[in-house]
């Protein structure tokens, strides 16, 4: 990764050793926390048993990961799209929608955090990945799902469980895990916190409080089973790891 010394934690931050989202509203808007936080839930937890060798963070971004993988690999290359202001640690300047600028099997694992959505030719970037990925390497990815639409006019699709499916099939990968991230009660709070963030004063705290009782009424039993029974129909996203069979 270029000029690492100068990395700042952004989207994604270290609270009392757990990874959750920033509460800085210039990195993660006060109605998307509840959203980030989930999702920094599942490489937090997946990242230290899935990351290794080489890695190349697609979509990289501010590197919002970097701090979460960074000493479980041997190298972070960082690919995305140049003269982004945020492109102060970009490695290789690339656009997803083409070819890969990597030889084959060069990667042993490929970070793609909210990046798909934003892909418009996403079969190409399949078949991509599984190409530069070495055998026994491994992706790690999230997308949303009901959620809304974000860096506009770029926000191109929502994919269901089956569709994420039919993707690793098709590249020829395995697939190693398909997490739901959330479940009704989170798509509600989700649409309720962005929606009040936007009102005048009392806005910003009524969504805090909204997706914080969420979150408390979710670690519940009651809760969880209500989670559970709805996460099939109204997931709020997807965490999914896929392998290149050796």
Known sequence: MKDP???????????????????DID???VG??????????????????????RLVDLGCGKVPLYGAYADLVTDVVCADLGGAPHATHLDVECDLNEPLPFADQTFDTIVLSDVLEHIARPELLWTEMARILAADGEILL????????????????????FALRRFVAAAGLELVRLDVIGAAPEVIADVVAKNFARV???????????????????????????????????????????????
């Open 142 to 161: 999230n997308v949303p799902f009901y959620y809304w639409i974000h860096a506009a006019p770029h926000d191109y699709y929502r994919y269901t469980e």
């Open 5 to 23: 010394g100068s990395w700042q934690p952004s989207k994604f931050v270290y609270r009392r050793g757990k990874l959750m989202a920033s509460r």
């Open 200 to 246: 005048p004063l009392v806005g910003r705290p009524v969504a805090v409080a909204v997706q914080w009782l969420t979150a408390a009424f979710s670690a519940t039993p009651p809760g969880r089973k209500i989670s559970r029974a709805t996460s099939a129909s109204f997931p709020l996203g997807y965490f999914l790891i896929a392998r290149k069979p050796a």
């Open 32 to 53: 998307s926390r509840l959203m980030v936080d989930r999702v920094a839930r599942c490489y937090d937890a997946n990242l230290r048993c899935h990351a290794r060798g």
């Open 27 to 29: 990195e993660v808007g």
